[in-house]
């Protein structure tokens, strides 16, 4: 039984709710980490930056600012206390994807992020009931977010120019 004693209804005149948890609320804060990480990130990325415009140094300001809301996202769900079952798996994904940030090497980040993603059904929670709904919606925003942050050349993904980020020290 979950301590929390929030619930929210399913649909409106309907008496069916949807049990939230701690990590509940903490991986749908997680998932607005990731995608304004995502959306900061896109601006810097080569061939679309340009480092002596006048307003990159602001751009990298805020690029930097949301890696690290989206890190201080995921150490808060990691170190919740699991009330559910379903919590669980949510910090199992948050562990995933900061071990994916933390890899330096981008040829490993990016052989992670592929099992990741191919296995990700694994980690798909079953059942029919709403909240299993739920966090399986939850689950699948989190994987489609999380192959788009990857994408991201400078996560190891091919970029614009389709050549990642080892590109330029390959040309040189």
């Known amino acids: 039984m979950t301590k929390s004693n929030r619930t929210t209804p399913h649909r409106p005149n309907e008496e069916i709710t949807v049990a939230q948890t701690a990590?509940?609320?903490?991986?749908?804060?997680?998932?607005?980490?990731?995608d304004a990480c995502t959306k900061a990130e896109r601006p810097l990325q080569r061939g679309i930056a340009d480092i002596f415009a006048t307003n990159f140094d602001t751009a990298l300001a805020e690029?930097?600012?949301?890696?690290?809301a989206l890190l201080t996202s995921?150490?808060?769900?990691?170190?919740?206390?699991?009330?559910?079952?379903?919590d669980?798996?949510?910090?199992?994904?948050?562990?995933?994807?900061k071990t994916l940030l933390s890899i330096e090497c981008d040829d490993d980040r990016v052989y992670l992020a592929?099992?990741?993603?191919r296995n990700?059904?694994?980690?798909?929670?079953?059942?029919?009931?709403?909240?299993?709904?739920?966090?399986?919606?939850?689950?699948?925003?989190?994987?489609?977010?999380?192959?788009?942050?990857?994408?991201?050349?400078?996560?190891?993904?091919?970029?614009p120019d389709g050549d990642g980020a080892c590109g330029p020290s390959l040309a040189a």
């Open 63 to 68: 690029a930097e600012q949301a890696r690290d």
């Open 120 to 159: 990700s059904q694994q980690l798909q929670v079953r059942g029919a009931q709403p909240t299993m709904r739920s966090i399986r919606r939850v689950q699948q925003h989190f994987f489609r977010s999380c192959a788009v942050l990857m994408s991201l050349e400078d996560f190891g993904g091919p970029g």
């Open 23 to 34: 990590v509940s609320y903490g991986f749908a804060e997680l998932l607005r980490s990731l």
């Open 88 to 97: 669980r798996v949510l910090r199992l994904m948050a562990m995933a994807l």
């Open 74 to 86: 995921l150490n808060a769900v990691i170190e919740l206390h699991e009330e559910l079952p379903t």
């Open 114 to 117: 592929d099992m990741l993603m």
